[in-house]
């Protein structure tokens, strides 16, 4: 199932984004999707990921700030982002977390998130 991004864009510090993870196929048989971010530079990190059931992880630095929702018949998983920072600001990709967790990810199309005054 490839999983691709968007709803990125420019927003100001304490504002709101949606981003959405759209799949190819039906997404009701992968256990938990996550939702990472890569800033400048850096790696891809975790932020927040949801299971089939429903139940939400979250990063610390995007608790209470950030909140994830599955939609298993839309096939689409997005993340509500509120009261954003500057260091929110970097690349967003959504991905398998069973699959991310084998190694060698194969990320797909990622999506520009710019906080900024």
């Known amino acids: 199932v490839q999983l691709q991004a968007s709803g990125g864009g420019l927003v100001q510090p304490g504002g709101s984004l949606t981003l959405s993870c759209t799949a190819s196929?039906?997404?009701?048989?992968?256990?938990?999707i996550g939702w990472f971010h890569q800033a400048p530079g850096k790696h891809h990190d975790l932020v927040s990921a949801?299971?089939?059931?429903?139940?939400?992880n979250y990063a610390d630095s995007v608790r209470g700030r950030f909140t994830i929702s599955r939609d298993n018949a839309k096939n689409t998983v997005n993340l509500q982002m509120n009261n954003m920072k500057s260091e929110d600001t970097g690349v967003y990709y959504c991905?398998?977390?069973?699959?991310?967790?084998?190694?060698?990810?194969?990320w797909g199309q990622g999506t520009q998130v710019t906080v900024s005054s």
């Open positions: 949801i299971t089939r059931s429903g139940s939400e």
């Open positions: 991905a398998d977390i069973a699959e991310w967790r084998r190694g060698d990810y194969r």
């Open positions: 196929e039906s997404i009701s048989a992968i256990t938990a």
